[in-house]
Structure formats: C-alpha cells, structure tokens
C-alpha cells in the first residue's frame, strides 16, 4: 500500500520561500499521479498543484499566481512543491495526495485516494 509524507513545512517569513517533499514509500510513484492541496483555518481544502506520472504539471491559478513548482524525482520516490513569494495567505496545512495515473492530473480533492497527513506553513513577520 502506498504511503505518503509530507515535510519541510514550518514558520517563514513573508516573501520567503520553501520547497515541501512528498515522499512515498510501500509502492513506486511511476505509475501514479500526485496532487498537492492546502487547507487553512476555517476553509475547505483546495488544489494547488498536480504533476502526472510523466512529469506534466498543472497549477491552480487562483492559488499559486505563478509561485507553485511542482516536480518529481522518481528515482527518489519524491515529488517537490515549490512555493516562492510567500504571504501570510499561504499559511495552511499543505498535504500531498496520489492517485493511478490518468491522461491529465486533477485538482480536485476527490479524484485522490491516498493522502499523507500534512506538514503546516504558517507565513508571519
């Protein structure tokens, strides 16, 4: 069964940046499309960003405005979510989520079956 951890969360500075990993272990990522999601205080959990099994991304416009990069290194198993320029509006639990792969990764929560636990950034001064 596949198993998903999200880290590099934690505090930063407004304009900063971070880069979170998504490892995953039990079975290889190749075959699975992998999808990045944030819930902050008191609203639903949203889709930022998608990669496919063979490196196509997709990211959420509304959210990212151009600062999310997502990548993936099968060879570690990993796949990466850069988030540049952040603000206090990024702070929320960021999670990770896999599917079987698909023509297109989604955005939508429901399209994912397993999900790693989450890793917080909280974006203040």
């Known amino acids: 069964q596949l198993q998903l951890v999200e880290s590099g969360g934690g505090l930063v500075r407004p304009g900063g940046s971070l880069r979170l990993t998504c490892a995953a272990s039990?079975?290889?990522?190749?075959?699975?499309?992998i999808g990045w999601f944030r819930q902050a205080p008191g609203k639903e959990r949203e889709g930022v960003g998608c990669?496919?099994?063979?490196?196509?991304?997709?990211v959420s416009v509304d959210s990212g405005n151009g600062r999310f990069t997502i990548s993936r290194d099968n060879a570690k198993n990993a796949v990466y979510l850069r988030i540049d320029s952040l603000g206090p509006e990024d702070t929320a639990v960021y999670y990770c989520?896999?599917?079987?792969?698909?023509?297109?990764?989604?955005?939508?929560?429901?399209?994912?079956?397993?999900w790693g636990q989450g890793t917080q950034v909280t974006v203040s001064s």
């Open positions: 989520a896999s599917r079987t792969a698909k023509s297109l990764c989604s955005l939508e929560t429901s399209r994912y079956n397993y």
């Open positions: 039990g079975l290889t990522l190749d075959y699975f499309d």
């Open positions: 990669i496919d099994s063979r490196g196509s991304t997709m």
